[in-house]
């Protein structure tokens, strides 16, 4: 490997540290969305910080086909969000188990552009998904009787927890 080849490897590893980053936030998120559909109405919102804390790493426990089975317990998702979910457990399968060896050829050939953009679509498909179970978390709990100001709360409460951490 020349110098510019280990650049372009340093390159792709980065994309794919980054994708697999953004697996990860779609997987928090699906733990954050158990909380609300889950454990405060199971507990009706009253519960310690240590039972917060156990149920989080609970969840964090769980490999994300395990936290989607989780999801469908709880709540009925749309076809599309629950596609998107079963595509990204497969997609994050792939990049965690197979991309570097199946792409050794690619690779060796220099085909970075090529294997960038593949790494650049996985990473945006997780976001995107993490952004449509956003949108369908949050009528749902406002049906619950979540209001916006008690989310907002929430949402400070979660990140203060983050920035000591969870």
């Known amino acids: 490997m020349g110098m510019d080849q280990g650049e372009q490897f340093k390159e792709l590893c980065a994309h794919h540290g980054a994708a697999m ?40 426990a769980k490999t994300l086909g395990n936290l989607i089975k989780s999801l469908k317990a709880v709540t009925e998702l749309p076809a599309d969000l629950e ?6 457990k497969e997609r ?3 990049l965690a188990h197979h991309f570097f060896r199946e792409t050794t050829d ?6 970075y552009k090529m294997l960038l953009a593949q790494l650049e679509e996985h990473r945006a498909f997780f976001q ?8 369908f978390v949050k009528p749902v709990m406002l049906r619950y009787g979540f209001t916006d100001a008690w989310l907002e709360r929430a949402v400070q409460e979660y990140s203060r927890h983050i920035r000591h951490g969870l």
């Open 21 to 60: 980053y953004f697996a990860q936030v779609l997987e928090h998120g699906i733990a954050n969305a158990l909380m609300y559909l889950d454990l405060i109405p199971k507990s009706g919102a009253r519960y310690t910080p240590a039972e917060h804390d156990s149920f989080f790493e609970g969840q964090f």
């Open 83 to 88: 596609a998107a979910l079963l595509q990204s």
């Open 128 to 135: 995107d998904t993490d952004t449509k179970l956003q949108e």
């Open 106 to 111: 690619d690779l060796h050939r220099g085909k």
């Open 92 to 94: 994050r399968a792939y």
